[in-house]
């Protein structure tokens, strides 16, 4: 193991200890992914001014954040659009559609969404996911960027597991030494969350941030080759851990907070 990791090593243990060695579990923080699947392209639009002068103005101001908006990198046939919802709290979370109906601001803000008629509907569906946070990666960040005009590339991973104990396993394996690795290498996360609730448990999910496509691939060629990646990944107790991964790009709205 070089210098270099061994400094990030000990940066990001002191991430997960307080100076009593007492875990951050509180501090961890909760995350809903939501993904709106949307009838067509053109409805992307009214959804995009819902989101972005309604809720999640809302949602700050129950203190939520920093949200992140998200569009596919790439044209497809489904149109999606996608939230990063961080929170203290499971109830800050799962509670704020409820407190919504109190915010008198979000209500008249929402008012031409929340009229929506039936047989023109902006939705199809709306998937959700609820993750607690990694304590090696407890809280939602993102760096800054290095001068450029091209929008950053962040890619999202869900790494299902063949059992719940694999997948706690998984989560071990992170927190015991993977992400130091990501950061020499390049690969920088936003969030890291093991889903509480979903429709691919168990699995983790977490999300990495890139200057373009050329730094993403330049960055897990260097984790790939990574010495301590290659003593790691040979642990006899993660074997197994993973059984399908799910990958996909995303770009950032105008209005995302991240």
């Not at 869900?158 to 706690?168: D, Q």
């Not at 394996?173 to 990501?182: D, K, S, T």
């Not at 691919?200 to 200057?211: A, F, K, S």
Request: some cysteine; proline content about 6%; hydrophobic content about 40%.
């Amino acid at each position: 193991m070089n210098y270099r990791t061994n400094w990030l090593l000990a940066v990001t243990m002191l991430v997960c200890w307080t100076e009593a060695g007492r875990t951050l579990a509180e501090e961890n923080q909760l995350l809903e992914l939501r993904t709106y699947t949307l009838v067509d392209q053109a409805a992307e639009a009214k959804l995009d001014a819902y989101l972005e002068d309604s809720l999640i103005p809302a949602l700050v101001k129950q203190g939520l954040g920093p949200i992140g908006a998200f569009d596919q990198a790439a044209d497809g046939e489904t149109v999606e659009v996608m939230l990063l919802i961080p929170g203290p709290s499971v109830e800050s979370v799962t509670g704020a559609a409820a407190k919504l109906a109190s915010q008198r601001d979000y209500l008249e803000a929402a008012k031409d969404y929340l009229a929506t008629p039936p047989n023109q509907p902006v939705v199809k569906r709306i998937r959700s996911e609820l993750l607690r946070s990694f304590d090696c990666w407890p809280q939602v960040t993102v760096p800054k960027q290095r001068e450029s005009d091209q929008q950053r590339l962040f890619e999202l991973r869900v790494y299902e597991s063949p059992t719940e104990n694999f997948g706690e396993l998984k989560v071990e394996m992170f927190n015991a030494g993977e992400v130091p690795i990501f950061l020499d290498s390049g690969v920088i996360p936003v969030f890291m969350g093991q889903a509480l609730v979903g429709d691919m448990m168990p699995n983790l999910t977490y999300m990495t941030v890139y200057d373009d496509d050329a730094a993403r691939k330049k960055a897990w060629k260097n984790f790939s080759a990574h010495p301590d990646w290659q003593v790691l990944k040979q642990v006899k107790k993660y074997k197994g851990t993973v059984s399908k991964i799910h990958k996909s790009d995303w770009v950032p709205k105008s209005y995302s907070q991240l």
